[in-house]
């Protein structure tokens, strides 16, 4: 009897604790958790029960809803405080516990070891869990309530990988390996660090060129004429930090354009989708996020703006820098794709040409599989000054892991 009034009561009183706090009210929440606090004093166990269930119930619905570990967590970040991220943690992996590790995407668990979730997955306990994190009653309820609330207010997208506990698609793509991408993922940071221009190009130039040999080599091998041409597109996310969203993603787009890959932004979920061939996308990421954080600073660096009758401007200031140097980047990047493929010699020009042009139509046929409804939006340059600031930035950004075959 207990557990029906439970199921009744959970998804109403997840949505108003949940809630931003202009639209709360107090005495609906006070209700609820009183309600809850209730059926507590009768049952503690059976309370415990019913929420871990209904907290794992609505992990798995997330999932059928197109969103994987990284995208829950990511928005999480955005939507929630920070305490409240152990407890969703806890509930993604004991809801793995019920997959065979062979059944689950291994994309999808490199997602999960990024966040530290690695096998045995632990069953959820929440007195446990919450004797661990030192919380009262109260607050183990209510922290379990805005988890269950975030879940169950998620939206719909688009599924990039098999659902865990389905048979994944066979990865026949070679990638670098986990100690190439080390090596390059180090020298990025170095060169984002650094304060010396002359170091950070030497070590851009580095990671360039272990990106292009295996570009290159990659792409010989699969011009390969007595050998099938895998299809290892595949899409992947990016969020980005809030605000001026709409000019980050156009810097994403501008980097995957020139990485023959294709972009969708959502701008409520500060979320950027890339679809391309898994070698382009991982270049496309790598550069990404490192051209994110030197825009970043370029842009904090560049200062606030004041209008001529002392208005602050600084907002559209930024805005236009942003946009400005995501143009710019994209054209830079351009140039270098083009003038390396005319690098290329023309025996082996000749071998990669169809290989281009058929991940060209893979890459197509999965963008239109996935977002077979797209809008292209234009945005506005309001602020002329950031405009030229940020075109004067872009030009000094460091091009740190550029393709040199696509492929």
């Known amino acids: 009897m207990i557990d029906q009034e439970l199921q009744q009561l959970l998804p109403s009183a997840a949505a108003a ?4 706090d202009s639209q709360a009210d107090a005495s609906v929440v006070d209700d609820c958790l009183a309600r809850l606090g209730g059926y507590d004093e009768v049952d503690q166990m059976q309370v415990d029960r019913t929420l871990q269930t209904f907290l794992q119930m609505l992990t798995r619905s997330a999932w059928e809803r197109g969103w994987t570990p990284g995208d829950v967590v990511q928005h999480a970040r955005r939507r929630l405080e920070p305490g409240v991220e152990p407890l969703l943690l806890a ?5 793995h516990r019920a997959y065979e590790e062979p059944a689950i995407d291994p994309r999808w668990l490199d997602q999960l070891t990024d966040f530290g979730i690695v096998p045995p997955y632990a069953e959820l306990q929440l007195t446990t869990w919450a004797a661990g994190q030192r919380l009262g009653r109260y607050l183990t309820l209510h922290t379990a309530l805005t988890v269950a609330g975030f879940l169950q207010s998620l939206p719909g997208l688009a599924r990039l990988f098999p659902l865990p506990g389905t048979p994944a698609r066979a990865r026949t793509s070679v990638v670098p390996n986990d100690k190439m991408l080390a090596r390059i993922r180090a020298l990025l940071a170095k060169a984002e660090a650094t304060d010396f221009p002359d170091e950070a190009e030497a070590l851009s130039g580095k990671a360039q060129e272990l990106m292009a040999k295996f570009s290159l080599d990659q792409a010989l091998v699969d011009a390969d004429p007595e050998l099938d041409l895998p299809d290892d597109s595949g899409a992947r996310r990016i969020w980005v930090e809030t605000p001026y969203v709409s ?5 994403v787009g501008a980097v995957a354009s020139a990485n023959r890959c294709r972009t969708v932004s959502v701008e409520q979920l500060a979320m950027v989708t890339i679809v391309g061939a898994e070698l382009d ?3 496309t990421e790598l550069l990404s996020t490192s051209l994110l954080v030197q825009a ?8 606030k703006h004041i209008g001529h009758r002392g208005e602050s401007r600084t907002r559209s200031f930024r805005q236009s820098f942003l946009m400005a140097y995501a143009q710019r980047i994209g054209e830079r990047l351009q ?6 493929q005319a ?32 809008v292209t939006r234009r945005t506005r340059i309001t602020n002329g000054a950031g405009w030229a600031a940020g075109l004067s930035a872009a030009d000094q950004a460091q091009l740190q892991a550029r393709p040199q075959v696509r492929r």
Do not use: C, H, W, Y
């Open 17 to 20: 604790v949940s809630r931003d």
């Open 91 to 95: 509930v993604i992996a004991s809801e």
């Open 247 to 251: 000019a980050k993603a156009q810097l």
């Open 281 to 283: 996308l991982q270049l």
């Open 296 to 303: 970043n600073r370029a842009m904090l660096a560049a200062g």
């Open 335 to 340: 140039a270098t794709t083009e003038a390396t």
């Open 343 to 374: 690098a290329v010699p023309a025996e082996d020009a000749d071998r990669l040409l169809p290989v281009l042009t058929r991940r060209e139509e893979q890459v197509e046929a999965l963008f239109t599989k996935l977002f077979p409804e797209t």
